[in-house]
């Protein structure tokens, strides 16, 4: 529902000033109009002009007041200005004053009554409305950083002054009208010569402006991932040691709301370093992030070598895709370890001309062996190899990926599953099976599979076995499965354990693009369907002779992890104090984006590279605050960290805790997460929607004393996203 309402608001706010400047147009000529006639004729466009604009300026309130009803944070100052202030006083005094008259003017009209009609209190209504109509225009152009910078007052400046402009104005003509001066000033050339000159300037004036932000929105040649607007989350500023600091302004985000008021407080750093007051603690000594490696000696568990080539590889239904793989395979290996376990895992770079990373989603490692290229190593060149050594802390269903040029290199398949043994198994299960549903360009368009399956998959399961299906979603949407013909729990979100699970069935099972979902059934005698919404037809049909099938369901109601499981133990919950707190409004601007026009994908009005920075101290309890106020999912995405979900829309959750490594804020919904800022370093938090990342949705979350000597751009050609 919020989605269909903010792009109605959104189509809306585009269309209002073209109709408004049209109706403005209209009425303003009907006090010319030579006879009756054309008058009538005139004056019937104007009115169905007119009453297009007021529906539509209707429409805009509705959506405000809707919108302002779920979360006053959803319409915030943006669109009381551009709504409100701007757009109702031009659109009131249309309906009050102007539109009776020309409403008449359409029904009868005497020879008197042009003159009439040329009165301000008739012609100008309607242009104040166009103006006004102007602001929610821009609105969905100027990211708030700018000029929402201005406030109330000097939005209602704007306006009156623009009011008098054209009530004076209108009044002139009206006197020139009424002194029977209409007579237009030179002759016919000349007027078209005046509006030609006028219509070039205009034009080139409009034509430079663009060339210049599109120019402005430019990336830097090289840049240091530390280059974002830190943030600190109504905490302590720091010292500035151990930080280059680059172009940093405090307390200048935030605005996109207003409601970051502590923030604000901070003030504004002209030097480009946080004057720290750092209340007592020293900052920590500086560290890089290439000291913060996992165990360099001793001999690994397992070792692991992934070696990034091209291949053809085939789909079930005989489609074919060039791919770029791991090992030759798509999905590419799963990689199976033990909890605990030290791993050493070799990257080999046998592509052409494509540097790569591989990054272990959801793993908590050291920083340095995070795998993302700019930020804690450089892409590994064509050639090249690259060893990850780390300990696996954590249990259950994760994945890994490239991290250099993520929106290419994982759509066309450098990802592959990775399952992690519990040291001793709670629930072992007869058949464990991992799905990890992907969407592939082949030879014959885009194609949806579980792993190479994009038909049905039959699979022999005897009666009374037990089954465990490792969901992975390693697309950039959110999808859907359903499981039919059995009752199943979830038994985990995102490799975590969920506290006493219930018995469901026929949810709708949705997995944020990057998530997953462990799920358990019991064979019974009959057939059990796994199926995919983006792809009915492809699946797996479970049976005891192997050749069973159902038909899938997809209209049961939809998986409610907040609600699920029973409440267990957790270190911290919504009514602990925390050290810091970051607000993050993520939206959606047109403009230009690295010189390229675009719909930006924002956190706080800002986009990679000047997207918040989350600045944390070792140590701390830090609470983030995800509204989307745009209209598209976006799976947020913290490296290094695990966060255990609070609220969804300010109510906490009354089932089992959750802790997910990826979170998924649809429009409209506010989530409040926690973590403990345990594992120093420089940490992606994104999108994982990569083409979102793609416009901007990028930031990081950054440890007071630790630094990078990597870069994006430039030589290194590293480029994350
Ligand atoms: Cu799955 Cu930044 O990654
Ligand atoms: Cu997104």
Known sequence: MYLAISIFDFIVSLVLFPVWLLAALTVRRLGTRPDTRRLRRGARIAVVLTVLGLLLAAGRLLTFSWMAGINWELVGDRRVVTTLLLLLPGVLATLVLSLPKVWSAARRSGPEEPRALAAPRVTVPPQLAAFGALGGFFEKFLPPDRPVALNYPVYGLILVAGASWLILRGRRRAERIAGGTTAPRGTRGRRIAVRLGTTVVVLGVVGTLLTLESQRSRFPDTFSMMKGTMDYGGGTVFAAEGHDGHGAHAGHQGSATGTNANTHALGVHGSGHPAGHSAGTPAAAPVSVDALKGPKTGTPDRRFTLTAQ??????????????????????????????????????????????????????????????????????????????????????????????????????????????????????????????????????????????????????????????????INSDVLTRTFTLTGVPYTVTSIDGMDINQPGELTDRRLVVAGAGRLDVEFTMPDTPVRLAYEDSPKAGIAFSADGKGTVEPRFDGDEFDKTTYGKPGSQPFGPRSTYDRTFNLVLDEWLGFYDGTFALRQTINGRVFPDAPMLMVKEGELIRVRFLNRGQEDHPMHLHGHHVLVLSKNGKPLTGSPIWQDTVLVRPGEAWEVAFKADNPGIWMDHCHNFTHAQLGMVMHLAYENVTTPYTVGGKSGNRPD
């Open 310 to 471: 091209e291949a053809k590889v085939r789909l079930s239904s005989g489609r074919t895709v060039d791919a770029w793989t791991f090992n030759g395979q798509i999905p590419g290996p799963e990689l199976r370890m033990k909890q605990g376990e030290l791993v050493e895992i070799t990257l080999v770079n046998k592509l052409k001309d494509t540097p790569v990373s591989t990054h272990w989603h959801g793993l908590d490692v050291p920083n340095g062996e995070d795998g993302v290229a700019g930020v804690t190593q450089d892409a590994v060149q064509p050639g090249g190899t690259y060893t990850y050594r780390f300990r696996v802390k954590e249990r259950g269903t994760f994945w890994y990926h490239s991290h250099q040029s993520s929106s290419e290199q994982v759509h066309r398949g450098l990802f592959g599953p990775m399952v992690i043994d519990p040291v001793e198994q709670p629930r072992p299960v007869d058949q464990d099976v991992t799905v990890q549903a992907h969407t592939w360009d082949t030879s014959q368009g885009s194609a949806t599979a579980l792993g190479t399956s994009d038909t049905l998959e039959h699979r022999t399961a005897r009666p009374g076995q037990k089954l465990r299906l490792r969901l």
